[in-house]
C-alpha cells in the first residue's frame, strides 16, 4: 500500500488540513490521529476517506500523521481543548491587562505530548512578551509559547459570517493570503465605502481578488468612464457600466440613458475597444485625468472623498505590510514550504 492524502480537523468548528497518510496507518472517517503540527504533535479526527496520492501532489512537502492515540489520551485531550484551553485565554487576559500590554489574545493551545501551551495574538506594535511568559509559565507549569498573527489570520481562528451572509472565507477555505488593493474594487466598479469593501478583520475584502481578472478583461470591451460621447444628437458622457447587464450608462445634457454595450456599439462604429479609434465617425474620446477623479468620487458613498479615500489607502498599506512581514501566519506558511521544496543545484565537478 502506497502513502495516501487524508483529511483531518485540529479543532471542533475548524477547517480540515491535508496530512500524508503512510501505508502502515489504516484509518476511518471519525478516527483520531496524531499529526506533526508545525514543531508540535497534535491529536484531530480524520473528516474523510484517505484517498491515493495525487501526482500533482507527490512533490509537494505536507505535514504528516505520525501516530494513532489510545483512548486514554484521547479523553484527556478533549477535556483539556474544552477546559484547560478556555480557561488559559481568561487567565493569560487577566496577566496581558496586569501588565498594561497592548496585544490581544486570539485563542490558546495546548500540546499535551510536548506540556506546552501556545498563545496567538495580534497587535499594531512589536511588543516585548518576556516578562509575560515567565508569568505565564508560572501559572500553567508549562512551556509557553507567544506568536503574533496578523488580524486576517486572527479573524479566520474566530470565524463568523460576512457582508455577503457566508461564512468567512479564511475560516472556511482559504489556505492563504494575498495583497489585497483599492484597485481591485475600482475595477470592479464597487463603490469605495470602507464599511462595503472591508471585512470583519478590518482589512479589504479577500473576494475582491476572486473576479478581479475576469473585470479587467470584460473592461476592455467597455468605453472607460468620463469618456466623452453623443446620443440622441446630444453631447454627454459615460457615467457607468454594469458588466454584468452589459450595460453603458450615459449622461447627456441632464438626461440619463442606460443602453446596451452592442446599442452603444452600433452609435460609435469607429469604437474598437479602450484604445482611441483612428477612423473617422463618433468616437467617445478618453476622459482627461481630472474627468476620471470626477467619476471615481462618484462612487464613494456617503463620506467626505478625501478622508474615505485616506481610510482605503491606510487600509491597503496595513494589508501589504502585514503580508511582506510574514505576521500572516498563513502567507508565511507559504513561503516556509516553498523554501524547503527548493532542490540544490547541481555541482558542474
Not at 116 to 123: G, I, N, R, V, Y
Not at 221 to 244: D, H, M, W
Request: charged share 35%.
Amino acid at each position: 500500500m502506497e502513502d495516501r492524502l487524508v483529511q483531518v480537523r485540529l479543532r471542533e468548528g475548524k477547517k480540515p488540513q491535508r496530512f500524508l497518510l503512510p501505508d502502515e496507518f489504516d484509518v476511518e472517517v471519525g478516527n483520531w490521529v496524531v499529526v506533526q503540527d508545525e514543531e508540535d504533535e497534535d491529536l484531530g479526527t480524520v473528516t474523510a476517506k484517505p484517498i491515493p496520492l495525487p501526482l500533482e501532489w507527490e512533490d509537494v512537502e505536507l505535514p504528516e500523521v505520525v501516530g494513532v492515540p489510545d483512548v486514554e489520551e484521547v479523553e484527556k485531550t478533549v477535556q483539556v481543548r474544552t477546559e484547560r484551553e478556555p480557561d488559559a485565554i481568561k487567565i493569560a487576559y487577566g496577566k496581558v491587562r496586569e501588565r498594561e500590554m497592548d496585544i490581544k489574545l486570539v485563542q490558546a493551545r495546548y500540546y499535551q505530548r510536548s506540556n506546552k501551551m501556545k498563545f496567538h495574538f495580534t497587535s499594531e506594535n512589536r511588543v516585548d512578551f518576556r516578562e509575560l511568559v515567565k508569568d505565564l509559565a508560572h501559572e500553567f507549569h508549562a512551556r509557553i509559547e507567544m506568536r503574533q498573527i496578523g488580524v486576517r489570520d486572527a479573524a479566520g481562528i474566530a470565524g463568523g459570517y460576512g457582508l455577503c451572509g457566508q461564512e468567512l472565507c479564511c475560516s472556511r477555505f482559504l489556505k492563504g493570503f494575498d495583497p489585497i488593493t483599492i484597485r481591485m474594487a475600482k475595477d470592479q466598479y464597487l463603490a469605495l465605502n470602507p464599511s462595503k469593501i472591508s471585512g470583519c478583520c478590518g482589512r479589504l475584502l479577500c473576494c475582491l481578488k476572486y473576479e478581479h481578472e475576469t473585470y479587467v478583461d470584460a473592461k476592455k470591451r467597455f468605453p472607460k468612464l468620463g469618456a466623452s460621447t453623443r446620443y440622441e444628437e446630444k453631447q454627454g458622457k459615460v457615467t457607468g457600466v454594469n458588466i454584468i447587464k452589459e450595460t453603458v450608462t450615459l449622461l447627456a445634457e441632464s438626461n440619463i440613458f442606460e443602453i446596451s454595450l452592442e446599442e452603444f456599439k452600433q452609435n460609435h462604429p469607429a469604437w474598437r475597444g479602450p484604445a482611441k479609434a483612428s477612423q473617422p465617425g463618433p468616437s467617445p474620446t478618453q476622459p482627461d485625468e481630472s474627468e476620471t477623479e470626477t467619476e471615481e468620487e462618484v462612487l464613494i458613498e456617503g463620506a467626505e472623498t478625501e478622508k474615505v479615500q485616506g481610510s482605503l489607502t491606510e487600509l491597503e498599506e496595513k494589508d501589504k505590510s502585514e503580508v511582506a512581514s510574514g505576521r500572516s501566519e498563513s502567507s508565511g506558511k507559504s513561503r516556509r514550504r516553498r523554501r524547503r521544496r527548493r532542490k540544490p543545484k547541481q555541482s558542474n565537478e
